[in-house]
């Protein structure tokens, strides 16, 4: 199974369309979204990914009853914490990582997902753990999402714009 992970997306849009084109064509059937949707509409635009959508709150995200009601019938969304299990892993969603590295200690997750820093991270030590970077492109100047093969493991980044 391949999976989407996303973050930041931060109301825009067409980032928005790009990474879902981007992820679409690479077979995605699930997209991860680290937090930081912003406003309804946003979390609206990601039912064009055409698959379930796991998600956090992020610190950005202050109209929470129309997030929570924008999620109806394209997936679920988390509080501070999202856990999911997809193809046989055991996968974790943060926004901001001041817990992640107690959650990697203990051992439980294959996959750590989280987003707030605006840059990629991805690394394993022992689960994977993955940062997306920011799909909005307004800190770094790089939007960028990742790809990932749950049966290998394998990440791909993939640079939506520079």
């Not at 825009?12 to 912003?38: T, W």
């Not at 009601?69 to 943060?94: H, M, N, P, Q, Y």
């Not at 939007?143 to 049966?151: E, I, S």
Request: aromatic share 4%; hydrophobic share 45%; glycine share 12%.
């Amino acid at each position: 199974m391949r999976i989407g992970i996303i973050s930041d997306t931060h109301d825009n849009l067409p980032m928005i369309a790009k990474a879902s084109a981007a992820l679409r064509e690479r077979g995605i059937e699930h997209l991860i979204h680290g937090g930081d949707f912003v406003a309804p509409f946003a979390v609206k635009a990601l039912a064009q990914f055409g698959v379930p959508v796991t998600a956090v709150y992020g610190n950005n995200d202050g109209e929470k009853r129309g997030i929570e009601l924008a999620f109806e019938g394209i997936g679920t969304v988390g509080e501070k914490s999202i856990v999911a299990e997809l193809d046989g892993r055991r996968i974790v969603v943060i926004h901001e990582p001041m817990l992640l590295s107690t959650l990697v200690a203990a051992g439980q997750f294959d996959l750590c997902v989280y987003g707030h820093t605006h840059e990629v991270d991805i690394r394993r030590e022992p689960g994977l753990i993955a940062n997306p970077g920011e799909a909005c492109g307004y800190v770094q100047g790089i939007a960028t999402v990742v790809c990932l093969d749950l049966a290998t493991m394998t990440p791909e980044v993939i640079t939506l714009s520079e």
